[in-house]
């Protein structure tokens, strides 16, 4: 199977990107290094591509109850032009996708999903469409997407638009925004904790957003790669789908309960109402390591008594705390914060602590 | 002939009497980027071709550092336990682990530095 380009693959390439598969698509991991990387968004500002992600339009006179069906969080809640996080669970409660729903009215909401789950996700919402009079249209093939992220992302973005960004809140947005000449989607979103945008547009547009808002950014706006995306995420607390999110774990038991609506009938919500009531077996941690080493995705986790309890679900040394830190899915009576725990790092086990995983403080827009 | 070896895995051998020092090369640490971690062996551990004697962790990943020779640890860079960046600031200066050389027909397998700038030539 051949891989994927984005329509800004080649400006990637000029630029001199490290560009690495990812889930079919070739995508930038680093321009420069990591780390600087990271910092420009922590304290400037950075430009994603992230076009690999998922668009998917439910549309339609039963789209309501239709997505009341399929989402966990309540849509009834949310006002036309804002944005809910949630998830697809599947019918044991495990999660198919994690996604922004934006609801554009009663009747038309565009579903935005994790690249390695586009078909996935849209093979899902198929196989549950029957009697409902609504359309699925999966535009990711169609549709660009950048993510301007970081303290000065507004300021820069500002430059290029008319449209006053002060009158955008957190997870809100709004269409037929004039971006460099060209009619785009922006939302007050992102996945890295700071201030920022994602910027939906035609792929033959992407490459003149893209040109402008480096020429408006000029010695302030770095490009970034998927590398930091992760990174940054991480230390906001934020999950990725494959780690912290997957087919056999809960939301309850990833600690994303309040994107679960307690009242609302949807697939899966039976078991998230007895999970509430006591069935949970699980609960993810965050650990700071205090011997040496790095945690990684899938290390085994052990209480004092050498007992295996679980799981590093993502790890790194950590660019904006210079500390080792992680996530582990353990079990839900095992150790709480200030234990002690130990990770196996190959053929040694390292002493970490649980500590509170809300690594750094956010910096979004209310 | 030169002291200094190279391997397919971008490692480097410099051979002084009959001891090893391998470290990785500077192609191996621009792209690996920022090195955070590195995992050293146990001093006097005997090992054989082929057997993990370190771990070189960058930010995303984490990468076995594998002996081209035979022999046993006789030292190990402890500066790197501390300061792992030192790999990318100068990855030819910094040696991870010193191997005492069972067999040194071992070498003889490796590339020498020309050998290996082609060897890029064709990986880069």
């Given at each position: ?5 984005t329509?800004?693959?080649?400006k990637h ?9 990812f ?6 991991m ?14 400037a ?9 998922g668009?998917i ?35 044991k409660?495990?999660?198919v ?14 579903c935005?999903v ?14 549950h469409?029957e009697?409902?009079?609504i ?11 950048v993510?301007i992220?970081g ?19 957190f ?15 922006i939302?007050?979103?992102?996945y ?17 957003v ?15 790669g998927?590398?930091?995306r992760?990174?940054l ?16 774990i809960?939301?309850l ?6 994107f ?5 009938t ?7 109402r ?5 069935e949970?077996s ?5 650990l ?34 210079d500390k ?6 353990i079990?839900?009576?095992?150790p ?10 190959r053929?040694?086990k390292a002493?970490?602590?649980v500590i509170n995983?809300?690594y ?7 | 002939?030169?002291n200094?070896?190279?391997t397919?895995?971008h ?13 990785i ?5 621009s ?28 930010v995303k ?6 002996t ?16 792992p ?7 030819m200066?910094?040696?991870?682990v ?5 067999e ?8 020498d ?5 082609q060897?890029?030539?064709?990986d880069?």
């Amino acid at each position: 199977m051949s891989l994927k380009r984005t329509p800004l693959y080649n400006k990637h390439k000029e630029a001199g990107a490290d560009v690495v598969e990812f889930f079919g698509w070739e995508m930038p991991m680093t321009y420069t290094k990591l780390s600087e990387e990271h910092e420009a968004v922590r304290r400037a500002a950075g430009l994603f591509d992230v076009s690999h992600m998922g668009e998917i339009y439910v549309e339609g006179k039963d789209s309501a109850v239709f997505m009341k069906k399929m989402f966990s969080n309540n849509l009834e809640k949310v006002a036309d032009g804002a944005i809910a996080y949630g998830f697809f669970l599947n019918e044991k409660g495990g999660i198919v996708d994690d996604l922004l729903v934006y609801r554009r009215n009663e009747n038309s909401y565009l579903c935005v999903v994790n690249a390695s789950n586009t078909d996935k996700d849209d093979a899902w919402l198929r196989a549950h469409q029957e009697g409902f009079d609504i359309s699925i249209d999966n535009r990711s093939d169609d549709i660009a997407e950048v993510a301007i992220q970081g303290p000065k992302a507004q300021e820069i973005l500002q430059k290029v638009t008319d449209f006053d960004l002060d009158t955008l809140p957190f997870f809100h947005f709004k269409e037929d925004i004039v971006v460099a000449g060209v009619s785009c989607l922006i939302s007050r979103t992102g996945y890295t904790g700071e201030d920022g945008f994602e910027i939906y547009f035609g792929n033959d547009d992407a490459q003149k957003v893209w040109d402008a808002l480096f020429e408006a950014g000029e010695g302030v706006l770095k490009p970034v790669g998927l590398g930091c995306r992760d990174t940054l995420r991480f230390e906001a607390a934020l999950p990725l789908y494959g780690n912290e999110l997957g087919d056999d774990i809960s939301p309850l038991e990833a600690g994303f309960g309040i994107f679960v609506d307690k009242e609302g009938t949807f697939i899966g919500s039976d078991v998230m109402r007895a999970q509430r009531a006591g069935e949970l077996s699980r609960k993810l941690v965050g650990l700071e390591l205090l011997d040496k080493g790095i945690a990684r995705h899938g290390y085994p986790v052990y209480d004092e008594n050498d007992k295996e309890i679980g799981f590093i679900t993502t790890g790194y040394k950590s660019p904006s705390l210079d500390k080792v830190i992680a996530n582990a899915l353990i079990e839900k009576d095992g150790p709480s914060i200030d234990d002690i725990v130990y990770v196996g790092i190959r053929s040694k086990k390292a002493k970490a602590k649980v500590i509170n995983k809300r690594y750094l403080h956010k910096n979004t827009k209310k | 002939m030169s002291n200094l070896f190279f391997t397919e895995e971008h490692e480097w051998v410099r051979v002084e009497g009959n001891k090893a020092y391998i470290g990785i090369s500077n192609y191996a640490q621009s792209q690996l980027g920022d090195i955070v971690y590195v995992e050293l062996p146990e001093m006097d551990d005997e090992v054989s071709v082929g057997d993990s004697v370190g771990v070189v962790e960058s930010v995303k990943s984490a990468s076995d550092l594998f002996t081209p020779v035979s022999g046993t640890i006789v030292e190990i860079n402890e500066d790197l336990e501390d300061s792992p960046e030192l790999l990318n600031e100068d990855a030819m200066a910094n040696w991870i682990v010193a191997i005492e050389l069972s067999e040194k027909e071992d070498l003889t397998s490796l590339m020498d530095e020309e050998d290996y700038k082609q060897f890029l030539g064709e990986d880069a």
